[in-house]
């Protein structure tokens, strides 16, 4: 704020000063990250969900995705994937016409703070299911959400499913699909005693990386909020 103080004279000659006062506005800074307003919750407060395209269980998929929301959201987040919504999911075109059970997924998936996206790689895309989930909600209903991408497969030449099939679908939902993403081959992953699958070490290297930058994501949208 500055002032600026004009001398003139009045109608009976006598001198009159006018005071004039500009305040400026502080602009915001063009590399803030913001998000959807809406009151955001304290760092150890977040609603981490992730969803996940597989058919199996266990799968691979499942527990890349597992690893990172885990990290992310502590052991408060929650993991969802296509078998949790049943064999009958198929026919549900419409939230109207899907089950109770199918609209609280639905429902925890639009309501996260961050969300994290994992499918094994068919036929160079994801799964079927995985698309039929996200071609029921409303364009806006992941309006600005970071997003995490993970995909697994065979062969690094499906990692290329991240950057042609993935970023596409959730930018359609004017999402924010983080830029670091993971990939995991197959031979990434070994089995435990639980017959679940655990992550080799340059994996899960690779998934701190992703955890820390999702992390700090959403640390400088609240800073940029307050």
């Known amino acids: 704020m500055f002032s600026l103080a004009l001398k003139c004279r009045g ?5 009159v000063i006018i005071k004039l ?10 590399h803030a990250i913001f998000l959807p307003d809406r009151k955001r919750p304290a760092m150890t407060q977040i609603k981490v969900v992730g969803f996940t395209g597989s058919q199996l269980n266990p799968s691979r998929s499942s527990a890349l995705v597992e690893y990172i929301v885990r990290g992310i959201g502590g052991e408060g987040a929650q993991n969802y994937s296509i078998i949790d919504l049943g064999s009958d999911f198929v026919s549900a075109l419409s939230r109207q016409a899907a089950s109770e059970s199918h609209g609280r997924i639905w429902d925890a998936v639009v309501d996260c703070d961050v969300l994290v996206v994992g499918t094994p790689v068919y036929k ?3 799964t079927g299911m995985f698309k039929h989930f996200f071609d ?24 290329l499913v991240i950057e042609h099939q993935l970023t596409p679908l959730f930018r359609f939902f004017n999402a924010n699909p983080l830029s670091r993403s993971v990939f995991s081959l197959d031979e990434e992953f070994r089995t435990n ?10 994996l899960s290297e690779r998934c701190d990386v992703a955890i820390e930058y999702a992390k700090k994501y959403v640390e400088n949208s609240e800073r940029a909020l307050a």
């Not at 109608?11 to 001198?15: D, F, I, Q, S």
């Not at 005693?193 to 340059?202: F, I, K, T, V, W």
Request: hydrophobic share 30%; no cysteine.
């Open 193 to 202: 005693s639980d017959e679940g699958y655990d992550l080799h070490r340059s």
């Open 136 to 159: 029921v909600l409303p364009i806006d209903s992941l309006d600005n959400r970071p997003v995490v991408l993970t995909a697994s497969g065979k062969s690094l030449a499906h990692s």
């Open 11 to 15: 109608r009976a000659g006598a001198p």
């Open 124 to 126: 160079a895309s994801y």
């Open 21 to 30: 006062q500009r305040v400026t506005h502080q602009a915001r800074p063009h």
